[in-house]
């Protein structure tokens, strides 16, 4: 392939026109997609230059360039918005403290708005806020709860999308303790509330265990550390359960687990995540994310593909090299972010496009044999992502916090960043890369996504058409009849070994999401994003299974979506033009958190 020349779908040239490409003061715009791989090679590449100031960057620049421009992997898209481009805040998320005070609250706030100006998303945890009707002890007052301010963030977030080439994104998380549970739980039943949030409750290994065992459970006051009230613990879990059948919210994050994986306990607790709750961060901490397109990691053998692992392990090397420069040349809106994001240099190389690699190895998505690939690929990436920062610490130094960290012990690793993968949705990298969503099922054989202005991309699954070309059953009247329907399940006309092979998200048994997500989970620093995919006809019985076997699998959170259950939605159903060949208007919707 020609330096010039990248080749990209219709609808990936659609979105980088939209959000992605340098624009004049007339919103003009005045880039090429290679000039921009060009620009965020040679601006990441600058990186270099804190370890050697004569290092050979250009050189380096021709690695990154070639890495992006090949679609085999992608930063996460403010490093290939800012990078560049005067902004220069490349990380995507950012975790902000909320204490008990207004100075605190009103300074955070002014923090996010700054961040969310740049392109960032803002995750925060309003547990430590005294509960609605509290007295306030300094002016003799009644507190108004987590969930008044929590609207304040919500429409300052609503102001500042408008200029930012990004929609803004917050996370709001509360533990499962704090008096105030049942109002945050149910907030959402008002569909015009927070609608610039998505909700978690941070639950508790104690919280489970009561549910488990049908036992009380104490609300404690975050101030005073009082009992407040008593409940029984699977009230509140029942509550959660019918919030999210209703409306994909909240999810949970199990708090307990991921502060056993915190890699610098010394530095405090971690109470919060990035807005798709797969990054774990401490307070200021930002997520610097990108991810591998494994369906590019494949080659041609007799009879079909098989994974590429030399060209997997070269492509990790170098895509950790280019995320711990992004760390380095990222410019930070605060001086905390600054201080602790080099002290942990914490990194999330992920992967996408696994549903796609699947249909190409043939492994139905809903089989044992997917689970086994995905902790094959998954430790691949980690053992060799891994050795790459080891590899780069021998040179450049490990991350300045780790002393004290959990590697700092006789025959722990010294890496140059405290963490190293994350599995993130890959939103709209994905679309670019042409390639399945992160390590989500297919949606549907043929939808629409709607993007930042509203406008909707039709999108027709390239290894089907290409499939059913091949075997001879393609057909106009056939593709009518998959758009109205998204699958190919029980149609006469479609083989049943590719019927097998191309399950949809609402194909599979929930249990199946959960699993996968369980999978790439063990082999994984941070979290893993992944949505369990549920019909319209799920019962809260199924949401509960699900929230419960995340729990019992080891995943670090787990959100659900019960299709139909939100009026707005990223992706839906599409018809299928046949006359002009191009999608129609949507259909059937699905609601997704906000991704990369």
Same mark, same amino acid.
């Given at each position: 392939?020609?330096?010039?020349t990248v080749r990209l779908?219709?609808n990936?040239?659609?979105?980088l026109?939209?959000?992605?490409?340098?624009k004049?003061?007339?919103?003009?715009?005045?880039?090429?997609?290679?000039?921009?791989?060009?620009?965020?090679?040679?601006?990441v590449a600058r990186g270099?230059l804190?370890?050697d100031?004569?290092?050979d960057?250009e050189?380096?620049?021709?690695?990154f360039?070639h890495?992006?421009?090949r679609?085999?992997f992608?930063?996460?898209?403010?490093?290939?918005?800012?990078?560049g481009?005067?902004?220069?805040?490349?990380m995507?998320?950012?975790?902000?403290p909320?204490?008990?005070?207004l100075?605190s609250i009103?300074?955070?706030?002014?923090?996010a708005?700054?961040?969310?100006?740049?392109?960032?998303?803002?995750?925060?945890s309003?547990?430590?806020l005294?509960?609605?009707?509290?007295v306030?002890?300094?002016?003799k007052?009644?507190a108004?709860?987590?969930?008044?301010?929590?609207t304040?963030y919500?429409?300052?977030?609503?102001?500042?999308k408008r200029g930012?080439?990004?929609?803004?994104?917050?996370m709001g998380?509360l533990?499962v303790?704090?008096p105030?549970?049942?109002?945050?739980?149910?907030?959402k039943?008002d569909?015009?509330?927070?609608?610039?949030f998505?909700?978690?409750v941070?639950?508790?290994?104690?919280?489970m265990?009561?549910?488990?065992?049908?036992?009380?459970?104490?609300l404690?006051h975050?101030?005073t550390?009082?009992?407040?009230?008593r409940?029984?613990a699977?009230?509140i879990w029942?509550?959660?359960?019918e919030m999210a059948?209703e409306?994909?919210?909240?999810?949970?994050?199990?708090?307990?687990?991921?502060?056993?994986?915190n890699?610098t306990p010394?530095?405090g607790t971690?109470e919060?995540?990035? !807005?798709?709750? $797969?990054q774990p961060? *401490?307070?200021y901490?930002a997520?610097?994310? +990108?991810s591998?397109d494994?369906s590019? =990691? @494949?080659?041609?053998?007799?009879?079909g593909y098989?994974i590429?692992?030399?060209k997997l392990?070269?492509?990790?090397?170098t895509a950790v090299?280019?995320?711990d420069n992004?760390?380095q040349?990222?410019?930070y809106?605060? !001086?905390?972010? $600054?201080k602790i994001c *080099?002290?942990n240099?914490?990194?999330?190389l +992920?992967?996408m496009?696994?549903a796609d =690699? @699947?249909i190409?190895?043939g492994?139905p998505?809903?089989?044992q044999?997917?689970?086994?690939?995905?902790?094959?690929?998954m430790?691949?990436?980690d053992?060799r992502?891994?050795a790459?920062?080891?590899?780069l610490?021998e040179s450049?130094?490990?991350?300045?916090?780790?002393?004290?960290?959990?590697?700092d012990?006789p025959?722990?690793?010294?890496?140059?960043?405290?963490?190293?993968?994350?599995?993130?949705p890959t939103g709209?990298i994905?679309?670019?890369?042409n390639?399945?969503?992160?390590?989500e099922?297919?949606?549907?054989?043929t939808y629409?996504?709607?993007?930042?202005e509203?406008?909707e991309l039709p999108s027709v699954h390239?290894?089907?058409k290409?499939?059913?070309?091949?075997?001879?059953f393609?057909?106009d009247?056939?593709?009518?009849?998959?758009a109205?329907?998204g699958?190919?399940?029980?149609?006469p006309?479609?083989?049943?070994d590719?019927q097998?092979?191309?399950?949809?998200?609402l194909?599979?048994?929930p249990a199946w999401h959960?699993?996968?997500?369980s999978a790439?989970?063990k082999?994984?620093d941070?979290g893993?994003?992944?949505t369990a995919?549920?019909p319209?006809?799920?019962?809260?019985?199924?949401?509960?299974?699900?929230?419960?076997?995340?729990y019992?699998?080891?995943?670090?959170g787990?959100t659900?979506?019960?299709s139909?259950s939100?009026p707005?939605q990223?992706l839906?159903?599409?018809?299928?033009?046949v006359?002009?060949?191009e999608?129609?208007?949507p259909?059937?919707?699905r609601?997704?958190?906000?991704?990369?």
């Open positions: 392939m020609s330096e010039n779908s219709q990936a040239l659609i979105v026109r939209q959000r992605y490409l340098l004049d003061a007339h919103r003009h715009v005045v880039e090429t997609p290679e000039q921009m791989f060009w620009r965020v090679a040679r601006t270099d804190a370890l100031p004569q290092a960057l050189s380096t620049a021709r690695e360039y890495l992006l421009s679609l085999e992608l930063p996460n898209s403010p490093t290939l918005m800012n990078a481009a005067g902004v220069g805040q490349l995507a998320c950012f975790v902000l909320v204490e008990d005070n100075h009103f300074g955070t706030l002014r923090d708005a700054v961040i969310q100006q740049g392109g960032g998303g803002t995750g925060f309003f547990s430590h005294r509960p609605d009707g509290d306030v002890m300094s002016t007052g009644i108004s709860g987590p969930i008044s301010f929590m304040i919500d429409a300052t977030t609503e102001i500042m930012s080439t990004r929609r803004g994104a917050n998380i533990r303790d704090h105030d549970i049942f109002q945050f739980i149910m907030v039943r569909r015009t509330k927070l609608t610039n998505n909700l978690s941070a639950v508790t290994d104690a919280f265990q009561s549910v488990e065992r049908d036992e009380p459970f104490d404690i975050p101030i550390g009082e009992m407040t009230r409940v029984r699977r009230e029942n509550l959660i359960v059948w409306s994909g919210e909240p999810g949970v994050i199990f708090i307990d687990r991921i502060n056993r994986d890699p010394q530095l971690i919060a995540t990035n !807005p798709c709750s $797969e961060l *401490l307070p901490e997520c610097c994310l +990108g591998i494994l590019r =990691m @494949l080659t041609q053998s007799a009879g098989i590429d692992y030399p392990e070269c492509t990790i090397q090299h280019f995320l992004v760390v040349v990222n410019s809106p605060l !001086p905390a972010t $600054e *080099l002290g240099r914490k990194i999330g +992920g992967v496009g696994f =690699m @699947l190409r190895l492994i998505y809903n089989s044999v997917a689970l086994d690939t995905a902790e094959e690929v430790a691949f990436v053992r992502a891994t790459a920062s080891t590899a610490a450049r130094g490990t991350f300045p916090n780790f002393a004290g960290s959990i590697y012990r025959g722990g690793p010294r890496l140059r960043n405290a963490t190293v993968t994350t599995v993130a709209t994905s679309l670019i890369a390639c399945s969503s992160g390590i099922p297919i949606f549907a054989l629409v996504r709607r993007i930042l509203g406008e390239p290894i089907f290409e499939v059913a070309k091949q075997r001879g393609y057909n009247e056939l593709m009518n009849v998959i109205r329907r699958s190919v399940q029980g149609l006309q479609v083989p049943a590719v097998r092979l191309f399950v949809t998200a194909d599979i048994d959960v699993q996968i997500q790439f989970q082999y994984t941070n893993v994003s992944k995919n549920l319209e006809n799920a019962t809260l019985d199924d949401v509960r299974q699900i929230y419960t076997l995340a019992q699998l080891g995943c670090k787990v659900v979506y019960r139909g939100r707005a990223v839906s159903l599409s018809g299928y033009c006359e002009c060949g999608d129609a208007l259909g059937t919707e609601g997704l958190g906000a991704g990369g």
